[in-house]
């Protein structure tokens, strides 16, 4: 899981760690905290795009501009 977090958010080894052990072990929810969200809002990003994490990453893109 935490090859997965560093690929996609681009982080250390440790940040990785730290951002999955934060989301209790969801991949989806980690990497959503891993690119800058809370966990409540990765929670309801990824609850409004009926867990998609594709869709929840380009919300997050948009709300950054």
Known sequence: AGVIVRQIVG???EDA???IEKA???LKTAILL???LSSSDAAQMLKRHDGNLRAA???SKRGKR
Request: glycine share 20%; aromatic share 6%.
């Open 11 to 13: 982080c250390q080894a």
């Open 17 to 19: 760690a730290r951002y």
């Open 24 to 26: 209790d072990g969801d």
């Open 34 to 36: 891993g690119l800058g």
């Open 57 to 59: 990453i380009e919300e």
